[in-house]
């Protein structure tokens, strides 16, 4: 018998995959690095044109559109309550509505909801930025909740809480970097995710000044030639850790090269194989490989630009990596050298938060002002299409079987036809 070799890194892919590769399982998609495969993809859409449904929605929310079969989940805040929302693929309609508790309040920019749910296909996982922690099936049968506030301390971000879960093999990964209103340490923990157990915490120290310790990264799973490392960025550092104990591995500097005091995180690193490519506040944008032990800030850096972003993740078709800066401006960089290809280039003037996904051999990222270009990917900027929804958005899209899920302030949009599977 013949044996087709399988690498580390295709392992790795396909156990995080649980929910299957045409879900939207977390917030940056099936491969944790915001693409997907899917293609025949809509293009162009507004209001009336190309919309399947759309569903209202109570307020804004960071929050993106978690989908898995039959099914897209939500994180909601209305008023002071927040809940996680089940809603009818099919029909737009809401299966059920389940409280994650009040204390819901804006802060800065955004509210206590931005947390993106979690799924495996079976069960439903989410964080709010008040801390409560819950798991529930498809069918909104309460599993198991949690207060990680009450239990772990006060969260002491500027911005408030909005990292999200990472699911691996039913464990979620979590990470509280926080220092600009508190004196407690950050600390990463993982969570099994069937019984809701602390299955390990650890502190993750910082020297990081004023508001730079505070990240609003989620964390990333890498597989290296050891093994399996957790990734988090923040407090103007890269760790890795070893996720079956959460022990510190290595530790990467270089992320505020100035030591300022506001440099905290908001874009999360993303992975191409072993290279784990890592956003500060714009500059300096860092690509490392993994898989190192202590300092390794001298001998696993590849590359660094000046060409990044602050606040949306960038996204990479393994050749080209492609950030979109605040302001719309786009950088286009070989993903593997850092080498500038083509930019700046500029979007529709706007404020962009929510983060680009590519798919279909384009990239779809939308302004705050619910306009999602579409530009092709490759080594030349070309705008597709500009779709207009005209209202505010904080989310990133999400792309299952053929549709797009924008969330807006006031409505979940989902756009194109659902194929079958």
């Not at 879900?23 to 491969?31: E, V």
């Not at 950050?186 to 000044?209: M, N």
Request: glycine share 12%; with cysteine.
């Amino acid at each position: 018998m013949v044996r087709t070799p399988v690498t580390v890194a295709a392992v790795l892919l396909i156990s995080t995959l649980a929910a299957g590769a045409a879900d939207w399982p977390q917030w940056r998609g099936p491969a944790l690095n915001g693409t997907s495969p899917e293609t025949g993809l809509p293009s162009s859409w507004d209001t009336k044109t190309h919309i399947a449904w759309s569903l209202a929605m109570p307020d804004s929310s960071g929050s993106t559109p978690i989908v898995t079969g039959d099914s897209v989940f939500v994180s909601v805040a209305a008023g002071e309550a927040l809940s996680l929302w089940a809603v009818d693929r099919a029909t737009g309609q809401t299966r059920w509505k389940r409280p994650l508790g009040g204390g819901n309040h804006r802060q800065r920019k955004h509210d206590m909801s931005s947390p993106s749910p979690v799924t495996d296909g079976r069960r439903v996982w989410v964080m709010t930025g008040t801390g409560q922690l819950a798991a529930f099936d498809l069918d909104g049968a309460r599993l198991w909740a949690r207060d990680i506030q009450k239990e772990y301390g006060p969260f002491g971000l500027n911005y408030g809480y909005a990292s999200s879960p990472l699911l691996s093999d039913g464990a979620l990964y979590l990470q509280v970097l926080h220092g600009t209103f508190t004196d407690a340490p950050s600390y990463v923990f993982k969570v099994d995710g069937a019984t809701g157990r602390t299955l390990w915490k650890v502190e993750r120290p910082t020297t990081a000044p004023g508001e730079s310790p505070d990240a609003y990264t989620t964390p990333l799973l890498v597989q290296t030639g050891t093994g399996p490392e957790l990734v988090v960025t923040g407090g103007d550092v890269a760790t890795g850790h070893d996720p079956a104990t959460g022990r510190e591995v290595w530790r990467l500097d270089g992320f505020n090269p100035n030591r300022y005091g506001n440099y905290r995180l908001v874009a999360s690193p993303i992975p191409l194989g072993d290279l784990v490519i890592a956003p500060s506040r714009e500059r300096p944008l860092l690509a490392f490989r993994a898989g190192g032990r202590g300092n390794v800030t001298k001998s696993h850096l590849v590359w660094s630009s000046p060409n990044g972003p602050d606040v949306p993740t960038p996204v990479t078709d393994g050749t080209y990596l492609y950030v979109v800066r605040d302001n719309g401006v786009v950088w286009c960089l070989d993903a593997k050298t850092g080498v500038r290809v083509y930019g700046p280039e500029r979007l529709r003037s706007g404020t962009y938060s929510g983060s680009p996904v590519l798919a279909d051999g384009k990239v779809y990222v939308t302004n705050e002002d619910g306009l999602t270009s579409v530009f092709a990917t490759g080594p030349a900027f070309h705008v597709v299409a500009e779709n207009p929804l005209n209202d505010y958005t904080l989310s990133s899209p999400a792309i299952s079987d053929g549709q797009i899920f924008i969330r807006t302030a006031g409505r979940l949009w989902a756009i194109g036809q659902r194929r079958t599977r």
